[in-house]
């Protein structure tokens, strides 16, 4: 049946042009396995990236030199939707060809089911080596974030952690795009022999908004521009790269932004919750394989859920059944291409404010927007959305409200079961058993329209990064005022938790983390930050029960186990605490603090020989921890090391130095 649907879709002047791999006037190979000139997939895709930045869109900034001339030897989809503006969301639908209503990723934090198809695990399995090389801890699986993207790749190059106070962004959350670069170059000379897929992510056009120079000079009144100005600077050194090793003419190259940046249109001073042009039109572009095609301009719609089958079918490959986006490529040359609708959702403001979710549809120029107040616009004569048509044309939003309804079952149905809860039944009973009150699975739909409180939504970003910076004094009494105001606002009771934690006021944070645990119970960041606080105030137990419920439901998150086989070490568990020690340096080896207690644990057990690996480890990898090399030095002397102490004992002093000098007199 589904090929019956694809030959139906394909028309015979398109099937010459398949698949890139092979000859036009070739027929597919049947052994895709042994091929050796099998084309190499690179995936950039641009975090918050406006399609109207780009030169090769019309815009006249010049922002994007090296982006215009890839877009001149490729494919241009001129009028390419996101399906969702926020980062995490939007890449599991370009990674998996599915919808957020099927593949689950609905906000920061959700797991991607295993069940879902993934773009990276297909390439693998046809023997293609994959790397993912991320610019953000918001696409780091092993942070609570991006639980279940690492599925398929060989290499997942994140490694971030939480800013600790005076820490900066670029050291601990995110990183500049060269830098990723410079690991994705790395392991590109490693892999020039087979074929390879690989993922380049670039955080640099995100907000706060600080671009490096000089592109920051170059564009003194606009960081933003600034930003993407530096992005494609930095693609434009990837593209080198390939040019110079041979490597650019067979690689199939996409380049696509997950979502774009409001900048206020509409209110909204970054994204992730409304569905306009700003944040859902963004930048699409196919370099195929020996340029072929290129120049060509696709001016239907196009979305970034199509993003993956037209990959796999460009590779002469059939897209998994479950992949929902169809392949863009009938779409290229064609005189009468199919004008498909894109849907886009926003759940952000129901699943941190509680007010209604955004649903929108875009049909040829018309653009409607499903929220307590629906919306309506000719993109055609208005292409800001500025003039909302709902009142005066009731029946045509009639039926894009039918169409879009069965279009959200259509890519409904059939969704793991799994994430539809967002919490497995232990940890429901667990926190209930905390004092939780259950909420109820199926709520009432809120009627709060977004668009009527999109200043709290402004207030708490700022809040957010306000926070980050160290700044969390100053917004204390605003997100007191926003708690009083409106108590079921989950961002505003999680923030000002944050707020005080970070100020140390572990006990006053408490209560408004719990408020927010209690209005999404699957807020599993929430239920991490009250656990350091009830670690911090000394309720071990309730912390150790918390950092259960984030483990058992992200394995994969090496903090939380890490502090919880810590909180088993303190409380008479020693073997419950080394059992997850081992877990966590299976996944980091280099785990300072892991490699420390687990070899102090030894020690203290008697067991001098197994602890000396894992002290050696941590003095290696902290090596101006004075604490590690005193411990080292412990075990050395119970081995009869006795110069191999001594030196130690000595590191150790030494490093304990400098900070009693500094002690004022
Ligand atoms: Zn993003």
């Known amino acids: 049946m589904r090929l019956m649907r694809r030959v139906l879709t394909l028309n015979l002047f398109f099937l010459a042009l398949l698949p890139f791999v092979t000859a036009a006037d070739k027929p597919p190979s049947k052994v895709p396995d042994k091929q050796p000139d099998k084309p190499n997939v690179i995936l950039v895709t641009l975090d918050t990236v406006r399609a109207d930045r780009m030169g090769f869109l019309g815009a006249k900034k010049g922002l994007t030199p090296h982006l215009d001339t890839l877009a001149s030897q490729g494919v241009v989809f001129e009028r390419a939707y996101s399906q969702a503006p926020i980062t995490p969301v939007s890449h599991a639908t370009i990674l998996s060809g599915t919808y957020p209503q099927y593949h689950g990723i609905r906000n920061f934090g959700d797991r991607l089911p295993p069940s879902v198809p993934f773009l990276p695990e297909v390439l693998h399995n046809q023997g293609y080596r994959t790397g993912a090389f991320v610019g953000s801890i918001i696409l780091d699986p092993k942070n609570g974030f991006a639980s279940g993207f690492e599925r398929g790749f060989d290499v997942y190059n994140a490694g971030f952690h939480r800013q600790k106070t005076g820490e900066k962004r670029e050291a601990s959350m995110q990183r500049r795009g060269e830098v990723t670069l ?177 649903v929108s549809l875009r049909v040829g120029n018309k653009l409607y927007v499903q929220a307590p107040s629906p919306e309506l616009y000719n ?58 009150v259950a909420s109820a699975k199926a709520g009432p739909v809120s009627r709060i329209d977004p668009k009527d409180r999109i200043d709290v939504a402004n207030d708490m970003h700022d809040a957010s ?60 960041m929430a239920q991490y930050e009250l656990a350091i606080c009830l670690y911090e105030t000394g309720d071990l137990n309730t912390a150790a029960a918390h950092f259960e419920i984030l483990v058992e439901n992200r394995p994969d998150w090496i903090d939380a186990r890490y502090s919880m086989a810590s909180i088993y070490a303190r409380t008479g568990r020693p073997q419950d605490a080394a059992k997850n020690l081992l877990v966590v340096l299976e996944s980091e080896p280099d785990h300072y603090r892991a490699n420390l207690l687990l070899g102090r644990m030894l020690f203290l057990n008697g067991t001098f020989s197994d602890a000396l690996p894992y002290l050696e480890k941590a003095a290696a990898v902290q090596a101006d921890s004075s604490e590690a090399h005193a411990f080292l030095a412990d075990d050395y002397e119970k081995l009869g090391r006795a110069a191999d102490a001594a030196r130690e004992r000595a590191e150790a002093q030494r490093l304990k130095r400098p900070a009693a000098a500094e002690k004022p007199k």
Request: charged fraction near 20%; proline fraction near 7%; hydrophobic fraction near 40%.
């Open 379 to 436: 993109l055609a004569s208005d292409p800001a959305a500025k003039s909302n048509l709902y009142a005066q044309s009731r029946a045509m939003a009639a039926r894009f409200a039918i169409q879009l309804d069965s279009f959200v079952k259509r890519v409904s149905t059939g969704a793991p079961q799994a994430l539809q809860d967002g919490l497995d039944e232990r940890s429901r009973e667990k926190l209930s058993a905390l004092g939780y």
């Open 465 to 524: 990064l306000a926070i980050e910076e160290g700044k969390e004094e100053s917004v204390i009494p605003l997100l007191l005022h926003v708690v009083a105001k409106d108590p079921q606002i989950q961002a505003a009771q999680y923030y000002l938790g944050i707020a005080y934690s970070r100020r140390g006021n572990f006990a006053q944070a408490i209560p408004p983390l719990r408020k927010a645990i209690e209005l999404r119970p699957d807020a599993l």
């Open 182 to 358: 410079g690991h994705v170059l790395e392991w590109l000379g490693q892999h020039q022999s087979g074929p390879f897929f690989l993922w380049f992510h670039l955080w640099d056009a995100h907000d706060p908004y600080n671009p490096p120079e000089p592109f920051r000079s170059r564009f003194p009144n606009a960081p933003y521009n600034a930003g993407i100005a530096y992005v494609d600077d930095t693609v434009g050194k990837l593209l080198d790269y390939l040019r110079s090793h041979g490597l650019y003419d067979n690689t199939l190259i996409v380049v696509a932004a997950d979502h774009g940046e409001s900048l206020g249109d509409h209110g909204e001073l970054t994204h992730s919750i409304f569905l306009y042009d700003a944040t859902i039109h963004v930048p699409l572009v196919f370099k195929l394989p020996g340029n072929r095609l290129a120049g060509q301009r696709v001016h239907a719609a196009a979305s970034l859920v199509d993003l993956a089958p037209t990959v796999l079918e460009g590779l002469g490959q059939t897209p998994p059944a479950a992949m929902q986006g169809h392949s863009l490529l009938a779409q290229i040359g064609n005189p009468n291409p199919e004008e498909r609708p894109s849907l886009s959702t926003g759940d952000h403001s129901e699943r941190s404010f509680g007010w209604s979710s955004l």
